[in-house]
């Protein structure tokens, strides 16, 4: 059952990795970043490493997604703003 768990998140994270590279919508580039990034979490809480799993967690998943996003956002509006002067 252990074996299962490490092999999907494995294949979460792969799956998450090439998505971010393939992709062409930067969000979604963010948001598979975000998803390998708790799944790497997840392995850390399976291997009885619970201060690593929650610093990439908070860290990885959620404050770099966060920025990510954000900045995106940010700078999507100033394209606007710039098109309509």
């Known amino acids: 059952m252990r074996l299962t768990g490490y092999i999907l998140l494995v294949c979460i994270i792969v799956v998450s ?5 393939r992709v062409r919508n930067p ?13 790497l979490a997840m ?6 490493a619970p201060y690593a ?6 860290v990885g998943a959620g ?6 996003i954000v ?10 703003d710039a098109d309509e002067t």
Not at 27 to 39: K, N
Not at 43 to 48: A, H, P, T, V
Not at 63 to 68: A, G, I, K, M, P
């Open 53 to 58: 799993g929650g610093f990439e967690l908070s």
């Open 17 to 21: 990795a090439v998505l971010a590279l």
């Open 27 to 39: 969000i979604r580039a963010a948001v598979a970043l975000g998803t390998g990034s708790a799944a």
């Open 43 to 48: 392995i850390y809480f399976l291997l009885d």
């Open 63 to 68: 404050l770099l997604s966060v920025l990510f």
């Open 71 to 80: 900045a995106i956002s940010l700078t999507r509006s100033m394209e606007v």
